[in-house]
């Protein structure tokens, strides 16, 4: 990091300029209009529901409703869903205040990555603004798990993460990746892996009244032994798509991160979890004005959270 960047950081911000998107939802198929506008220090990143009167839904914790399948925030009965890879865009650039307006119950799905909300960002750009940033520093860690799947928060001189997944399918298996979190680390290794699904659990999840706007253009699609709309973007594209949504869910804690945070098989369910108990645990996080400059971070890994035998790179 520079000194420019190092100053930078130091200060919040917000976008320079209005940008939007339009598209369809993944689950719901609604369409709906996204704009994305620039908001004052200290209002943090804010949902505004244009057909209700601009009824705001913070993106905090606090609001989070449901989320088997997405996370979807909820606020005195109105519901937002499908938050995170905007939310995961929006915290990797390191964008401190946003108003986000919709006038629908589900963010569109677009291509289904992030990187067409990068997009939208790089057009809006980035405006510091007169106020300091605070951070939130891990100086212990903490680990929640359930049956195999596992994550956990450690000390570190930078916002890091390690995801880890494992599925019993032939173009996918034990994967990993890790990274330090910044716009540039982001838009290259994250940015653009897709969201999937396997052909299997497809009438399930209809039934359940999901994935009404999926298709082979939004989403990477797995039959028994292959790629239906192949190729696919990375050949690891599987997990960096589990480290971008769990990036989105970690926006939900409400400031920027210092910390390693690892995540083993985990899921939106078990972010959400996670960041619940941390915020409410107060010996784990401090607040901190002091940007550190990028080092290695120290491995601070239970054997718990140690690197599979077969992980890849």
């Not at 200290?42 to 505004?48: H, K, L, N």
């Not at 951070?135 to 359930?146: G, Q, R």
């Not at 195999?148 to 390690?162: A, E, K, L, Q």
């Not at 019993?168 to 969201?195: C, D, Y």
């Amino acid at each position: 990091m520079s000194l420019q960047e190092a100053q930078h950081a130091s200060y919040q911000q917000t976008i320079v300029r209005p940008v939007e998107t339009h598209g369809i939802g993944l689950h719901t198929a609604v369409k709906s209009h996204v704009r994305l506008l620039p908001a004052p220090p200290d209002t943090g990143i804010v949902f505004r529901r244009t057909d209700l009167d601009g009824f705001q839904i913070e993106a905090h914790i606090r609001n989070v409703a449901r989320v088997s399948y997405a996370t979807s925030l909820m606020k005195q009965g109105v519901l937002l869903s499908t938050t995170e890879h905007i939310l995961a865009a929006i915290y990797a650039c390191g964008i401190d205040n946003i108003y986000i307006e919709i006038d629908a119950l589900e963010l569109p799905i677009l291509d289904g990555s992030a990187q067409p909300y990068m997009e939208m960002l790089d057009h809006a750009g980035l405006r510091r603004q007169k106020r300091h940033r605070t951070y939130l520093k891990a100086i212990k860690p903490m680990e929640v798990s359930d049956g195999d799947r596992r994550i956990g928060i450690y000390p570190s001189s930078n916002f890091r993460v390690t995801c880890f997944v494992d599925y019993a399918h032939p173009k996918v298996g034990r994967q990993e990746v890790e990274l330090e979190v910044n716009s540039a680390t982001f838009r290259r290794e994250l940015a653009i892996a897709r969201t999937f699904g396997f052909v299997s659990d497809f009438d399930d999840l209809r039934a359940m009244g999901l994935i009404r706007g999926g298709s082979l253009e939004n989403a990477i699609v797995l039959t028994a032994d292959d790629v239906m709309n192949g190729p696919v973007r990375f050949p690891d594209e599987f997990v960096r798509h589990k480290a971008l949504d769990l990036i989105g869910d970690l926006a939900l804690i409400g400031k920027p991160l210092q910390a390693h945070v690892v995540a083993h098989k985990a899921g939106h369910s078990l972010h959400t979890q996670f960041v619940t108990r941390l915020l409410a645990n107060s010996s784990v996080l401090v607040e901190t004005q002091a940007q550190q400059s990028a080092q290695p971070a120290k491995s601070h890994l239970s054997p718990r959270f140690s690197r599979p035998a077969h992980a890849t790179d």
